[in-house]
């Protein structure tokens, strides 16, 4: 044989009888377990995002060699030092994430959300939170301006009648003033009292004065005390972002939920996964759990526990995407088969699967 074409055959021949796999093109993919967008089940990893990632793959060509990071900034870290390809989960979009690695177009809106200990105490913690609802400081004011109002009036009645009508109203003013009081009270609440009224005409004008008041402070007064008996008693101590400061706040560590909770300076306790940070709040170490509004709509839905309620709206909105190396010739493949699920309505149809309303959160 001719020592060029033995050359060039014994170069050829072992990329012709290589094994297909080293050929194939294999991606390592990253992600973390965060119900429902990836966890596992029967076995197998399952979950929103990885359901979305297998179609993905299945789009475009692509073969995956999976692995598990304990949270988001595992995950980061993998992509900036190249030891997975991408990275999905439930991953935020954000500016710092953006600085050392690439994200595909958002997949999923997200958002923060908090999550309170409702009042599970049964009746008697209803009635001290409705107890506690009346001495806030609207209520004492007008309470205090009332009762200033009646010793006013009590003092007038007593002026004019205890020199026409001694025996209701003494001479004595202490004794006097007590007395007037008492039919000031009765008026008020029940429209007068039995065997005791005005008789001159200075006291019978403010009589007059007084009983038309009545009328109209007795509804002021029921018309406050309702709304605050009722709607207050329904509010709990945390409703919105804006409850937060100045208390505990159980969250994920390491997740964008953390990292907005120490930026408005509240004081935070941090948990590896949300089970963890709901223990705190049963526990009493923390007043409120804010994470992802998703996973915490989630975890209602599937621990059916009544003594937990979200609170107040979305907030912080962010979206999830899925990140890849900087400057990943992947991005775009990715970004096209994205586009490719979504014309084809896929990505509709797991939301319906996973959350109900493709709409909502």
Avoid: C
Avoid at 58 to 87: P, Q, Y
Avoid at 208 to 230: D, E, H, N, Y
């Amino acid at each position: 044989m001719n020592p060029l074409r033995f050359l060039l055959f014994a170069l050829v021949l072992p990329l012709l009888f290589s094994p297909a796999e080293s050929r194939a093109e294999k991606l390592k993919v990253v992600t973390r377990y965060i119900e429902p967008f990836a966890f596992q089940k029967d076995g197998r990893t399952t979950g929103y995002s990885i359901e979305l990632w297998e179609e993905l793959a299945r789009e475009a060509g692509i073969e995956t060699e999976m692995t598990v990071a304990g949270s988001a900034a595992e995950m980061v870290d993998a992509l900036k030092n190249k030891t997975a390809d991408a990275a999905v989960a439930a991953l935020s979009i954000t500016s710092e994430r953006e600085g050392v690695v690439d994200f595909t177009q958002p997949f999923y809106e997200s958002g923060l959300q908090i999550m309170v200990a409702g009042n599970s105490g049964g009746g008697l913690s209803t009635l001290w939170q409705m107890v506690k609802n009346l001495f806030n400081v609207q209520l004492v004011g007008l309470f205090l301006l009332l009762l200033l109002t009646m010793f006013g009036v009590s003092h007038l009645v007593w002026r004019y009648e205890h020199k026409v009508n001694g025996d209701m109203w003494p001479e004595d003013y202490k004794k006097g003033l007590w007395e007037s009081f008492w039919w000031t009270v009765s008026t008020l609440l029940v429209g007068g009292a039995d065997n005791k009224g005005p008789v001159g005409v200075g006291g019978r004008l403010v009589a007059i004065a007084w009983m038309l008041l009545s009328i109209v402070l007795i509804s002021f007064l029921t018309a406050s005390f309702t709304t605050t008996m009722t709607v207050n008693s329904l509010k709990g101590e945390i409703n919105g972002p804006g409850d937060l400061p100045g208390r505990k706040v159980a969250t994920l560590a390491g997740s964008t939920s953390e990292k907005w909770l120490l930026a408005k300076g509240i004081e935070t306790v941090p948990a590896a996964d949300l089970a963890g940070a709901v223990a705190h709040l049963k526990s009493g170490q923390a007043k409120a759990v804010v994470y992802d509004a998703p996973m915490l709509s989630y975890f209602l839905n599937q621990s059916g526990d009544s003594g937990l309620a979200l609170a107040g709206p979305v907030f912080d909105r962010q979206n999830y995407g899925i990140g890849v190396q900087q400057d990943s010739p992947l991005r775009e493949r990715m970004n096209r088969a994205l586009l490719v699920l979504n014309e084809r309505g896929f990505l509709d149809e797991l939301r319906k699967k996973w959350f109900g309303n493709p709409e909502g959160e």
